[in-house]
């Protein structure tokens, strides 16, 4: 192969075969990558907003900690019985959502386990109950294992499941749990999530009705270079197959595996050894590889400000949530934090324009300071 015909196949926004991208990670100069990286990007915004980068104020809070999953990168879940399990109740979500509120935000991003007994009555008893209280609320909530997991215990379908929670509220799906979207890597660190056929298969339906998601990738573990490549060709394939009238992945947020007290690095050794040149090159090739899918998102929140911030000059046109309440990675090592004006900021001196925004990329008017 040859880098400057793969160069200006990536520049054309023609897609890359899985040789072909392993070819461009394994022998491209990183400056070459971030520079082809930035490039796409560019082509994915309007001329208006290229030197726009987006950010949101959003609350994470965890629906339970009870997980019949338990994935080896995860300290958070507990085991059903377990002494310290929760669910969290209709007047700690409207604490939250008030304190939300207080800070200029108004989405809640609701996760937590797979809860054995928590069923699709359930939780449209909850987003039901969430809008008669916050109507104006934004529920971000759930993902792909979650909805696989409700639908194998309610015995129905996926677009049963989505059909039903959005009309009970549900406003967009995360990309949670996609970790690497390959079985043989799944099969070890979220053994008792979804294969990754069901994950891409509910977010297909998730775009038949026209729902905001997202996709995430967790790296940095036990998966090989080539397999972050086939993750990025999966999800690419999905965006291709998207109706018209659908949006399909709105972004794309990867972020390095962290390993603190996690079964990954205790029982088997494995460590978070993802240095920013590896973040940088990474992502600059998800944009590469994943041309149509409009906006990427630098996660500050594991990487840390300067990191994110090369990123910015790499693919991401996004800085993502100022994260209030995030309980997961958190507990696994990443403890970088901003609030609003820090976030803007760390964008400002990257030489961008930050702009808030919604769940659907929409930038909207900021009153936030």
């Not at 937590?112 to 109950?129: C, I, N, R, V």
């Not at 018209?244 to 460590?271: A, V």
């Amino acid at each position: 192969m040859n880098l400057n015909t793969l160069y200006k196949k990536a520049l054309n926004l023609d897609f890359l075969t899985v040789d072909e991208g392993l070819y461009l990670y394994e022998n491209a100069p990183t400056s070459d990558l971030i520079f082809i990286g930035n490039e796409i990007r560019k082509r994915n915004q309007t001329e208006e907003n290229r030197n726009k980068v987006g950010w949101i104020i959003d609350r994470n809070v965890n629906i339970t900690n009870v997980c019949i999953a338990q994935c080896e990168f995860c300290n958070f879940y507990r085991k059903p019985g377990a002494p310290d399990t929760y669910i969290t109740t209709l007047e700690e979500y409207d604490e939250k959502i008030k304190v939300l509120k207080e800070l200029g935000g108004n989405q809640l991003l609701m996760q937590g386990g797979l809860h054995p007994k928590l069923g699709l009555t359930w939780y449209k008893q909850l987003f039901s109950d969430l809008k008669k209280m916050h109507p104006d609320i934004k529920l971000h909530a759930l993902g792909p294992a979650e909805i696989h997991h409700i639908a194998r215990i309610s015995k129905t379908t996926y677009r049963d499941v989505l059909i039903q929670l959005t009309e009970a509220g549900l406003d967009s799906l995360p990309g949670a749990g996609a970790e690497i979207l390959v079985d043989r890597v799944r099969k070890t660190v979220s053994r008792g999530k979804c294969t990754a056929q069901q994950w891409l298969d509910v977010m297909r339906e998730a775009h038949k009705l026209n729902i905001v998601t997202s996709a995430t990738m967790m790296f940095g573990h036990i998966e090989t270079h080539r397999e972050r490549i086939e993750h990025f060709v999966r999800l690419r394939e999905v965006q291709a197959e998207k109706p018209e009238n659908s949006e399909g992945f709105t972004t794309f947020i990867p972020w390095p595996f962290q390993d603190e007290g996690t079964e990954l690095n205790e029982k088997s050794g494995i460590e978070n050894t993802v240095t920013t040149d590896e973040y940088l090159r990474t992502f600059a090739l998800a944009r590469i590889m994943m041309p149509n899918i409009k906006n990427m998102q630098a996660s500050w929140l594991t990487i840390g400000k300067t990191a994110g911030q090369l990123t910015l000059h790499g693919g991401a046109n996004d800085f993502g949530s100022i994260m209030i309440e995030e309980n997961v990675v958190s507990v696994a090592g990443a403890d970088y934090s901003f609030n609003a004006e820090q976030i803007q900021e760390a964008v400002q001196e990257a030489g961008f324009i930050p702009v808030l925004r919604n769940q659907a990329y929409e930038y909207i008017e900021n009153s936030v300071n």
